[in-house]
């Protein structure tokens, strides 16, 4: 009797932590679907609201956001360790999705920026909430798989939004019904969540090893080598990332003199497609290497850089749009090793009281200087910087990433739990 009661629990268990996955996926389709509209639909509000005026301005901007969503990913992070992770994501999707419906009504320079730092603020509670979550409820053989599902999501998100510059285009529609349609299904989607996602049971003596504080928290995090090996490896990849989302539909309109519509189709599609196949194979592949090797996560992202380098090198150089097209391809694949990883390899050197902590503070980092990177490359751009010298760079940087993850060791005390 004893044995179907642990049994039923189980099978329960399970049911519950595949039924989070599937709850979150649409809820981080949403959270990059309207940062997506935003590249695809750069010309419409750049002729809309003139006096965003230059392409620098627009870079600062999209920094606005990353800056604000960096700063506060800790905090977010700290209050998912502490409290209940399933009401910081439900609260983040209902505020952002409010803000994304207002940005539908700005009409000037300063009003966009200033939607985009609310939007910063609202989103960042959600990531390190949500894969916190997944891997709570994931914590054997199918961790690397559920996050990337979860991925999933974005990538379709991002996907759904390379369209948006053909809702632009459209007399009838436009930027603004895109913003506010995203919003309205956001604030809807919410309802449901409530009632339906459920946070994982914890044991009272895990939640009494939550820290006080969250000077004491960060204290714990920069003494442990591989965690700071794995912050710089999440944020060096992440500069050609952003660039490639935010700039890449850009790119291919004045390179190849496509219309913004078509461009934003070339930039996201091929891509995002292929970063969905990257992270099925690629949680497929870590979690049963994971049977042979505590490293088996490592080696597959290292494998999703190692992609990068032609990837990269191809983007700069191609000079007609089916290569460049067909480099984006393997930069997706390579990118889907990479992003369904990253929690899980967190998971092996933090404890699990800290890693929606661990991954906010990974956030603030990376973001920070995605901004950045956005902000430059508008700023180069304007300067007449070939693009081939650009992705070179990138290409340099995602070689150096490859030696940086291989340093990392998982922390054998974590073993039981995250093998």
């Keep these: 009797m004893h044995a179907e009661t642990v049994s039923t629990d189980s099978q329960g268990l399970r049911r519950a932590a595949w039924l989070a996955v599937a709850l979150l996926a649409p809820v981080a389709l949403l959270n990059y679907l309207d940062r997506q509209m935003l590249a695809a639909m750069k010309m419409s509000m750049m002729t809309d609201i003139p006096d965003i005026g230059s392409r620098e301005n627009w870079g600062f901007m999209l920094g606005s956001f990353k800056w604000v969503y960096a700063f506060l990913s800790p905090i977010g992070g700290y209050i998912a360790d502490r409290y209940s992770r399933r009401l910081v994501i439900i609260a983040s999707l209902f505020v952002w999705s409010a803000v994304t419906w207002s940005t539908g009504y700005v009409t000037t320079y300063d009003g966009l920026v200033a939607t985009r730092a609310l939007m910063g603020i609202s989103e960042a509670f959600y990531i390190p909430a949500a894969l916190a979550l997944i891997t709570d409820f994931h914590r054997g053989s199918t961790r690397s798989r559920a996050v990337g599902i979860h991925q999933m999501g974005i990538y379709a998100g991002i996907v759904l939004g390379g369209f948006a510059g053909h809702v632009a285009d459209q007399p009838n529609l436009g930027w603004r019904f895109a913003f506010q349609t995203c919003g309205v299904v956001g604030i809807l989607y919410s309802l449901p969540l409530f ?225």
């Excluded at 459920?198 to 009494?208: E, G, N, Y």
Aim: hydrophobic residues 50%.
């Design 195 to 419: 009632w339906l996602l459920r946070d994982p049971p914890q044991s009272p003596a895990s939640q009494k090893r939550h820290p006080t504080s969250l000077f004491r928290a960060w204290a714990e995090l920069v003494k442990n080598r591989g965690y700071l090996l794995l912050v710089i490896y999440f944020t060096l990849p992440a500069l050609a990332g952003w660039v490639v989302k935010d700039w890449m539909p850009d790119i291919l309109r004045e390179r190849f003199n496509l219309n913004q519509g078509k461009a934003g189709v070339y930039a996201v599609i091929p891509v995002q497609l292929a970063s969905l196949i990257g992270v099925g194979i690629g949680g497929w592949m870590a979690d049963l290497w994971m049977r042979r090797s505590e490293r088996g996560r490592i080696f597959v992202s290292a494998i999703g850089m190692i992609l990068f380098l032609p990837a990269l090198f191809g983007v700069g150089l191609s000079e007609r749009l089916g290569f460049a097209v067909g480099f984006l391809i393997l930069y997706g694949i390579g990118w889907g090793f990479f992003d369904c990883n990253n929690m899980p390899i967190l998971s092996q050197i933090v404890r699990p009281e800290l890693r929606a902590t661990g991954y906010g503070f990974m956030n603030l980092v990376s973001i920070s200087c995605g901004g950045f990177a956005d902000w430059g490359f508008g700023l180069l751009r304007d300067q007449h910087v070939s693009l081939a010298v650009i992705f070179g760079i990138f290409a340099g940087i995602a070689l150096f990433s490859v030696a940086i993850v291989l340093m990392i060791h998982p922390r054998p005390d974590l073993a039981p739990k995250d093998s």
